[in-house]
């Protein structure tokens, strides 16, 4: 009797969304054993629609359509121990958190590969806008999404050769409005679903009222001073206010004052001039590369420190566990707790986690 090829299993991260729904049609399509899977990450929803299927209930139709089988996998203690504590303490730190890049990392990327891993599957797929490729050398290269206004890259810096090689992006090499085509092609039910709010367990993306129900009395008022010390006013606590801000300082000054920094052990937010807010160096700890172990030499790089700002010329060097990271031109509110990312045309190389400013 011929022998049957046993069809490669991926296990596909499904949100209910239009973007992880067509990586699951396109995996199908090419010929992979796809199972879906839905983390249950948190009880909070943001959701302004109340009677609106939940994640859940979109991807099981989802599943049904495509004629996959589908599971729902609980990640909510770990996800409040790994993502949401983090997410709080860091505020409470005086330093802005980037919660995605974190649930990437452990979540995404870590639980649910290890749930595949258990279940036979060789790949885990995700709706990301970023691409993955092999060179001649075996070596695999994290790319920029082709749709540049989508790309997802940055949030992926963490990854590294052994994840890259069990990891597929169908959508890396499509645009948004090709997404939304295909999925009515393919009939999926949420082909025409809105797209997902920035912090997927804080309620209306309120964080300032997610942050005071979940730490009570964790906020302190205190002074809003100059580089001098020199009190201006007062604050409502570290936590609300962030690098670059000029609204909402309640000050009355001769010039436009804006939040140059932060200080949790004192409690004071630091204010000055539009020019204060540039700097020209950053320290960055938490590092991963995603070709190597280390970065061995001094090297010139693009670097993002913010998803959504543009990349900056940088020179980089790693100096112990941090990297030093010296623009060419000055970047406005370089702020600490964010991730800088590291690009060579359109692959990423790595990144870490803003420690410190330096003008």
Known sequence: MERTMKKERVVVAMSGGVDSSLAAALLLERGYDVVGMTMRLSD??????PDAPSSVEDARRVADVLGISHHVIDFTEIFENTVVDYFLDAYLDGRTPNPCVVCNHHIKFGGLLHAAEDIGAQYIATGHYARIDR????????????????????VLYHLNQEKLAHIIFPLGN????ETRRMAEEYGLPVAHKTESQEICFVPNDDYKAYLREHRPGGTFCGDIVDSAGNVLGRHDGVAFYTIGQRKGLGIAASQP???????????????GAADAVYAQE?????????????????R???????????????????????VRVCF??????????QSVVFYENDIVLGGGIIDRVIS
């Open 174 to 177: 499509l645009r948004k409005s």
């Open 135 to 154: 060179d001649e050398d075996g070596v695999y290269h994290l790319r920029k999404g082709m749709d540049h206004d989508k790309d997802q890259s940055y």
């Open 328 to 337: 060419t031109d000055p970047q406005r509110a370089v702020t600490p707790g």
């Open 44 to 49: 909070e929803t943001r959701a302004v629609e």
């Open 300 to 322: 010139t790089v693009e670097a993002k420190i913010r998803y959504g700002k543009r990349l900056a010329a940088a020179r980089i060097v790693q100096e112990g566990d941090c």
């Open 257 to 271: 004052l804006y939040v140059t920094a932060l200080d949790a052990a004192k409690n004071q937010v630091i204010v």
């Open 282 to 298: 950053l320290i960055a700890s938490d590092l991963n590369w995603t070709m190597w172990d280390t970065l061995a030499e001094e």
